[in-house]
């Protein structure tokens, strides 16, 4: 797990192991159920696979000590990691004991039922009320994964840039940030205040999402149809300032090839840019604070995302933790979640207890409890922001739940936008595609 996330991918894979599982699987894929799994929980080794690091030798020889369970680890990268669940799935073979289970793709495995609802083996109505971001993993009243970290969109500022602008106050809407920006620009501050990646990627489509909801509406309703066709909607309104501010100078035309994890690291990391709108949760101590990754240490703050009358909602993007159907050791899996996403666990991964319990990249606990033991010992940097936004802002990009053809959906959100970036189409035309594609989808869902 890098300081940027997984989800900073192309969603290519995605689209196509989605589109393979579907057409293979259709709505019985997993349906079957489990291959037999044992409940055995004493001196058997899972296989963990997730896109991150492992634990500490010592946590997880810890956790091996009390519960009898080894744990195998493989660290694979996000595009990889999803292509593998979804071979695995529709052959159903054994893949892993444990593995991720995406915001995006909780509509998808919901459907085709290839991992087991949480509610088999614990408690998720014990944790809804210190986990969030629960919801994001919930289709059909069925919890598909728990959550491991807490990650929303938020955003940041150089706030020394800003500073030398003139700038001390932060703005709260959409157009007091927008003539901040042009202020930092006209000031020689630095070119290009702005990042945006309009890299066809799926850190486009995200970035989006974000700015929608900022403007004060969502992508799609509960059946699935687009809330964006209008021009006066907030989706529609979004897309024309993200393409503005490229037009008029905000951004620089280099970001039509830039990423959201490029941007972060070679932009605003360096000092290049003065603001990512749409930003990650977690990035200021984990990447901006770190001086063999940034020379703008101390500068970068986070601050409520402004919005179209005011303060903005921060859309989540977390990551969980599921045991697929075919695991062969499902027990023994659930009591390593139960333990991976514990109170104290997080809080040990997040740095609160000494650098020898960190988790590599570990951004945000997923936790209210565990931030708060963060914030009360002042380990967490930003700690009073984002707890706030985590408890009263963070919100799921889809309120229902992503829809199972959101591989697709995603890819033509992004594809569309980078085109109207690189002055192939307008705004107005890749609007009314990615509206199309929704269109479609919904309809044949």
């Known amino acids: 797990m890098d300081s940027t996330k997984k989800h900073l991918r192309s969603a290519v894979l995605v689209a196509g192991a989605a589109t393979l599982a579907l057409a293979m699987g259709g709505c019985s894929a997993g349906s079957s159920g489990a291959s037999g799994g044992s409940d055995q929980t004493k001196n058997v080794t899972i296989n963990v696979v997730l896109a991150s690091d492992p634990p500490p030798k010592s946590e997880l020889a810890e956790f091996t000590k009390e519960t009898g369970i080894t744990v195998k680890w493989t660290n694979l990268d996000w595009d990889s990691l999803q292509t593998k669940i979804a071979a695995a799935a529709t052959a159903k073979t054994y893949f892993a004991d444990a593995t991720d289970v995406d915001w995006s793709r909780v509509g998808q495995l919901g459907k085709l039922?290839?991992?087991?609802?949480?509610?088999?083996?614990?408690?998720?109505?014990?944790?809804?009320?210190?986990?969030?971001?629960?919801?994001?993993?919930?289709?059909?009243?069925?919890?598909?994964?728990?959550?491991?970290?807490?990650?929303?969109?938020?955003?940041?500022?150089?706030?020394?840039?800003?500073?030398?602008?003139?700038?001390?106050?932060?703005?709260?809407?959409?157009?007091?940030?927008?003539?901040?920006?042009?202020?930092?620009?006209?000031?020689?501050?630095?070119?290009?205040?702005?990042?945006?990646?309009?890299?066809?990627?799926?850190?486009?489509?995200?970035?989006?999402?974000?700015?929608?909801g900022a403007f004060g509406g969502t992508v799609l309703d509960k059946k699935g149809k687009p809330q964006f066709t209008s021009p006066d909607s907030a989706g529609y309104r979004a897309a024309q300032w993200m393409i503005s501010a490229l037009k008029s100078g905000l951004v620089s035309p280099g970001n039509i090839n830039v990423t959201d994890s490029q941007g972060m690291q070679t932009l605003m990391a360096k000092g290049n840019v003065a603001s990512v709108f749409s930003d990650y949760s977690g990035n200021v101590g984990s990447l901006y604070n770190v001086p063999d990754s940034s020379s703008v240490v101390n500068q970068v703050q986070y601050i409520p995302t402004p919005g179209a009358d005011g303060v903005g909602p921060n859309?989540?993007?977390?990551?969980?933790?599921?045991?697929?159907?075919?695991?062969?050791?499902?027990?023994?899996?659930?009591?390593?979640?139960?333990?991976?996403t514990s109170k104290d666990t997080q809080v040990d991964f997040a740095g609160a207890n000494g650098p020898d319990k960190v988790l590599s990249g570990y951004a945000l606990p997923s936790r209210l409890s565990a931030v708060d033991v963060l914030n009360s010992k002042?380990?967490?940097?930003?700690?009073?922001?984002?707890?706030?936004?985590?408890?009263?802002?963070?919100?799921?990009?889809?309120?229902?739940?992503?829809?199972?053809?959101?591989?697709?959906?995603?890819?033509?959100?992004?594809?569309?936008?980078?085109?109207a970036a690189a002055g192939n189409m307008t705004v107005d035309a890749a609007i009314k595609a990615i509206a199309q594609t929704a269109t479609q989808l919904s309809s044949g869902s």
């Open 113 to 212: 039922g290839w991992f087991y609802p949480m509610q088999k083996y614990l408690k998720t109505s014990s944790l809804k009320a210190d986990m969030p971001q629960l919801s994001s993993f919930t289709v059909d009243d069925k919890v598909v994964g728990i959550p491991y970290d807490a990650s929303f969109m938020v955003t940041t500022v150089n706030k020394e840039l800003f500073a030398k602008a003139g700038i001390t106050t932060m703005p709260t809407t959409i157009s007091d940030y927008t003539k901040d920006l042009q202020q930092v620009k006209s000031s020689g501050a630095v070119q290009y205040p702005l990042d945006i990646p309009f890299a066809a990627a799926e850190g486009l489509s995200t970035y989006w999402y974000q700015t929608t």
């Open 315 to 340: 859309l989540s993007n977390p990551d969980s933790i599921g045991i697929p159907v075919n695991a062969k050791y499902p027990k023994a899996a659930a009591k390593f979640i139960s333990w991976f």
């Open 378 to 419: 002042g380990t967490l940097v930003g700690g009073d922001v984002l707890a706030k936004l985590l408890k009263t802002r963070a919100k799921p990009v889809f309120p229902e739940g992503a829809p199972s053809w959101y591989p697709q959906f995603s890819n033509s959100v992004y594809t569309n936008l980078h085109a």
